[in-house]
Each structure stands twice: as C-alpha cells, then as structure tokens.
C-alpha cells in the first residue's frame, strides 16, 4: 500500500475531521483557565469531550492519568488505521526516551525514578545497556555509547548527561522519522521544532552556567550539528536578537526580549509553540492524507498539554493569571 496515497487515507481522513470537531476551542480553553471556583471547572470540563472521563468531580484530583489515558487512546485509534504508522510513531516515541531516560539514570545514577509511559520493557533496555542484540534501532545503541563514555568513573555526571544526549536522539529520530513519511509540511515541522527546542536547551544551558563545549559535545551532534545553533552556543546572550530576527523565529523574537529574566527561556518555549501551531494549522486545508491526521494530533497534543497546566493549578491554586499566561495557543 502507498502510504503517500490520498485515498488511502480517506476513512482515517473522515474520521478525524468528526473528532476535530470535538476539540476545546482557544477562547474556551482560557475562560476555564479564568475560572476560580473548582466546582465551575468541573462543570466546564463536563461541557467538553471530556465529561465520561470525569463522571463525578473527585477525578479532577486523578486528572493527569486520566488526560494521559485519553490521549494514548486517541493514538492507538489513530494507529489502528493509520497506512503510514510513523505519523503516530512521531508523537509516541517521547514516551519511549523518557522511559529510557529513568531507566538508565536508575541504572547509571543510582537513583530510583518510577519507569512508565513507553512500550519497551526494562529487559531490553537492560540488554541495549549491556550492549546485547535487541530489535531495537541502532540509535538507542549509540546513545548508550555515549552517555557510557562520558560518565565512566564520574556517575553523579549520568542525570545531565542522559538527558542532554537522549533529547538530542529524540529530536534526531523526530526528524528522520518526519522524512520517512514524506510530507513536506511534517519535514517543516520536525525540522523547525528541532531548532527551537534546541535553542530552549542551549538557552537554559547558558543562562545556568552550563559548559557549552560539553553540551556541544553531547547535545549539538548529529542531525543537532546546525551552524545556527553552534553560533548561538558560541554567542552571547544579548546577541541572540540580531542572529534569529531573520529566521523563521523572527515574528517573536522582539516580545520574547522585551521580557527581562528567568522568563525570558519561558516566554520563548510558549511563543515558540504557537508559531509551531501557526504551521501546522496548514493541515486543515488538507482533506486526505498523513498531513491531515498529524495536524489533528498536533492539536490533540496541545490540548493535553493545556487541560493538564489548568485542572494541575486548580488542584494546587494556582493564580489563574499565572496560568493563562502558559497556556499555548489551542488549534481551533
């Protein structure tokens, strides 16, 4: 079957346009960040898609499993009849590292995080951490390599190095993954994600004192060896303006400046996701194809995102301004 074929994508097609429609729009997602009382966020969350979710108010208390459950639901419906699996595979692999991720800071660090949220069993990490032959793609391998050789003699390096090098993985396979499927607005957007989050690590990393020969080394290799990133990590911060106002980061570049602070890395991973969104809402206009179902579980994953940050601070109290600041912009 081609995967590329716009028919063959028309039932999968139909049926993610039903479910587009049920999708909380931005303008409903900010009054219930507005909202005060917790009994009023429970109604709001019963005029939503998901009300059966959250039959009686104490399951606002359970609220990230359950937001969680709903999501891998929708993937594997999605999965289920998608003729390209790597459309889906793009948003689940996350869970992958980061399972692999508390895995080896167990192993390697002596810590004890809880492993959840990937496919892979704790056998075959163990076997790719010993360097057995597994199913699994190379690139975990390689990882393992890496974070072996960086950490040898010095475990309490293990956290930051894990973490530096699997993201750097994980947006490599995004990208790789992104190409396999062919759409040239999913390569924009693997590509381009790739850069701002990458500029959220280096960014973090300087502001933090962060050797930046290490994190070349370790974060900024690969398909993450990007002139423009080298540049920044070799830059100081308050040239960072001049550099990306002529690249695609360009329209935010001034508001998140404007800001002075800590905030300033915050603002820019928000913004950035919004300008991320703008592009992918393209999708819409795209009745068949792998275009369209990414663009739905773009706008799946960002309202996740959104519903978890509100029913979370609501739980917590807190400010409900603080909270509609981070809210990202919803699809619809």
Do not use: H
Not at 284 to 291: A, C, D, L, N, Q
Not at 296 to 322: D, F, H, M, P, W
């Amino acid at each position: 079957m081609n995967g590329t074929a716009p028919e063959n994508w028309a039932f999968l097609s139909g049926r993610v346009a039903a479910m587009e429609s049920k999708l909380i729009r931005n303008d409903v997602i900010q009054r219930m960040a507005a909202i005060e009382q917790f009994n009023d966020v429970f109604l709001a969350v019963s005029d939503t898609a998901y009300k059966d979710a959250f039959p009686i108010i104490e399951k606002l208390y359970e609220a990230d499993s359950i937001i969680s459950g709903v999501y891998n639901d929708r993937l594997a419906e999605m999965a289920r009849y998608s003729p390209q699996p790597e459309v889906v595979e793009l948003f689940r692999i996350g869970d992958d590292f980061r399972s692999f991720k508390a895995f080896l800071k167990n192993q390697l660090a002596g810590l004890q995080l809880p492993v959840n949220g990937g496919r892979i069993p704790d056998a075959a990490w163990q076997r790719v951490l010993d360097g057995l032959k597994t199913d699994l793609p190379p690139f975990w391998y390689d990882a393992v390599a890496i974070i072996r050789r960086e950490c040898e003699g010095q475990p309490e390096l293990a956290p930051q190095t894990i973490d530096l090098v699997l993201d750097s993985a994980l947006l490599a396979r995004q990208v790789e993954l992104a190409g396999i499927i062919g759409a040239p607005l999913i390569i924009e957007w693997a590509s381009r994600r790739k850069i701002v989050r990458a500029i959220e690590v280096v960014w973090r990393a300087k502001t933090g004192g962060y050797d930046m020969g290490r994190l070349q080394r370790l974060f900024l290799r690969g398909e993450l060896a990007d002139p423009l990133l080298r540049e920044l990590a070799d830059l100081a911060l308050d040239g960072w303006p001049e550099r990306l106002r002529p690249t695609f980061i360009g329209p935010i570049v001034d508001d998140v400046f404007a800001q002075s602070g800590t905030g300033q890395v915050t603002r820019f991973a928000r913004r950035a996701d919004d300008l991320l969104l703008e592009l992918v809402k393209r999708a819409k206009s795209v009745p068949f194809g792998p275009e369209r179902i990414f663009g739905y579980l773009c706008a799946l994953r960002t309202e996740v995102q959104n519903l978890r940050l509100i029913l979370a601070g609501k739980v917590n109290k807190i400010n409900s301004r603080l909270l509609q600041e981070r809210l990202r912009e919803q699809y619809v």
